[in-house]
Nanobody, 123 residues
Framework: QVQLVESGGGLVQAGGSLRLSCAVSGRTLTNYHMGWFRQAPGKEREFVAVISWNRNTIYYADSVKGRFTISRGGAKNTVYLQMNSLEPEDTAVYYC????????????????WGQGTQVTVSS
């Protein structure tokens, strides 16, 4: 059974940084694209970033471009989200996902999802 487990969330002041990790267990998702979504209280889940299985293609939401960086570990079974210059508007539960279609990972139709990690940015 495939599981995605996020970690690295927490409380940080505006302007600070956090690094989220998402580890895959159960089997190696070698050819899976992996992405991050977030959901703030009272809002719909929104796309943050996605990276292709071979790291050649990366997309970011406009709201995080230049501040967030998505990457994959050497074994490609881990995805990271480096978040810099955090703003209170970045407060949300962050979810990672995985799918064989990058479009599905990017649009929220991914097959696999983690349980989420809370990120809170104080002003």
């Amino acid at each position: 059974q495939v599981q995605l487990v996020e970690s690295g969330g927490g409380l940080v002041q505006a302007g600070g940084s956090l690094r989220l990790s998402c580890a895959v267990s159960g089997r190696t998702l070698t050819n899976y694209h992996m992405g991050w979504f977030r959901q703030a209280p009272g809002k719909e889940r929104e796309f943050v970033a996605v990276i292709s299985w071979n790291r050649n293609t990366i997309y970011y939401a406009d709201s995080v471009k230049g501040r967030f960086t998505i990457s994959r570990g050497g074994a490609k079974n881990t995805v990271y989200l480096q978040m810099n210059s955090l703003e209170p508007e970045d407060t949300a539960v962050y979810y990672c996902n995985a799918d064989t279609l990058i479009s599905d990972s990017r649009t929220g139709r991914a097959h696999y999802w983690g349980q989420g990690t809370q990120v809170t940015v104080s002003s």
